[in-house]
């Protein structure tokens, strides 16, 4: 009985959003296509938790690549009404797009629908395929979505005044506040050949945004052959560098998402180089044969990795 009571109380704790890990509020809810852990401390935890999990909904729905109502959709016909946060959004995409030289390609719909990476239904097109939805301008921005939901989640954290927060958004992980012992957080980064492994921990203090990119996180086979949801807009196939991921520390969450997809369909040269140029973040670059570098302004601990200087 007592067993059955103790199970009852783990789900019901768990389907409330209270209870995990000592935050004041936490749990997961299924969001934009992946697990999202929220973790929330302070007094007006649990209405922060709940205006968070509408605000990442809402979210998910605005920028649906698929609806034909959603704003990424509005994006590309003329004419169409979008509220000011949603231009300015666009805005920044496309300002990035050019940052990156257009390794990262908001408008990159006609490729990623048809491999089947929006819907699910995956296919190889044909080379006259891959030709004709080179020429497709609607937008897909998926690569930025969750960086910037991340963004939007400290707005009203902050707002909200709550202490501090941890949120997992499907492997965007946002750091809010700084812990009561004033302690770092403690982040790990995903092996991409070990499903449950990590190469090392990063740690880092008050509001970050920790985003990943690879290959490993969706993909599929045909005929042996793997191919992954990281296009190469300059080619229409799925990237092919030397790159497994990137992992990218930044404090804006939406440059952060960018710069993770854009590096890795770069390739570990011209990445580094384009951190050797910009001073607003750090990265985590793992590549195919297994090494681990790390750029000079970060700590990875707990793994065997080479720290990448600004003169290299
Ligand atoms: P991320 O997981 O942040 O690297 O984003 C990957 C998602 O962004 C894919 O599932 C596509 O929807 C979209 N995408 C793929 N390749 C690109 C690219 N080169 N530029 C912009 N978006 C992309
Ligand atoms: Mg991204």
Same mark, same amino acid.
């Given at each position: ?18 209870g995990?890990? =000592? ?9 934009? /296509?992946?697990?999202m852990?929220?973790?929330?401390? =302070?007094? /007006? ?5 709940? %205006?968070?999990? *509408? ?11 698929? &609806? ?7 994006? /590309? %016909?003329?004419?169409?009404?979008l509220? *000011? ?5 666009? %805005?920044?995409?496309?300002?990035? $797009? ?8 908001? $408008? ?12 699910? !239904? ?6 006259? *395929? ?21 963004? $939007?989640?400290?707005?009203?954290? *902050? ?14 992980? !946002? ?12 982040? =790990?980064? $995903?092996d ?28 599929? &086979?045909? /005929?042996g052959v ?49 951190? !050797? %140029? ?33 003169e290299?």
């Amino acid at each position: 009985m007592k067993k059955i009571v103790a199970l009852l109380l783990a789900i019901v704790l768990l389907l409330c959003g209270c209870g995990q890990k =000592g935050a004041d509020a936490s749990g997961t809810i299924f969001c934009m /296509d992946t697990v999202m852990d929220l973790q929330i401390w =302070g007094s /007006d935890a649990d209405e922060a938790y709940t %205006q968070l999990a *509408q605000l990442l909904r809402s979210l998910e729905q605005e920028w649906s690549a698929n &609806e034909e109502e959603s704003a990424a959709a509005k994006l /590309d %016909q003329q004419d169409a009404e979008l509220t *000011q946060e949603q231009m300015a959004l666009a %805005q920044k995409a496309l300002a990035l $797009r050019q940052r990156t030289e257009g390794a990262f390609e908001p $408008r990159i719909y006609g490729l990623t629908s048809l491999w089947g990476f929006t819907t699910g !239904q995956y296919r190889v097109p044909t080379p006259e *395929q891959i030709t004709e939805g080179m020429q497709s301008t609607r937008w897909d921005l998926g690569a930025v979505i969750k960086g910037y939901a991340g963004d $939007r989640a400290v707005q009203l954290l *902050q707002a909200m005044e709550v202490d501090r927060a941890l949120l997992n958004l499907g492997g965007n992980v !946002q750091s809010y506040g700084t812990k009561a012992d004033g302690s770092a957080w403690v982040i =790990g980064v $995903r092996d991409p050949k070990d499903p449950n492994g990590t190469v090392g921990n990063l740690e880092v203090t008050g509001t970050c945004s920790v985003i990943t990119s690879g290959g490993y996180q969706r993909y599929f &086979e045909q /005929d042996g052959v793997r191919y992954h949801h990281i296009i190469d807009p300059k080619t229409g196939y799925p990237s092919d560098s030397d790159l497994a991921s990137v992992t990218v520390v930044c404090t804006d969450g939406m440059t952060g998402d960018v710069l993770s997809t854009a590096l890795f369909v770069m390739g570990y040269e011209k990445a580094v180089a384009h951190w !050797q %140029q910009h001073d607003d973040f750090e990265a985590v670059f793992i590549l195919k044969d297994g090494t681990v570098r790390v750029t000079e302004g970060i700590t990875l601990t707990g793994g065997s990795c080479e720290v990448i200087g600004r003169e290299n």
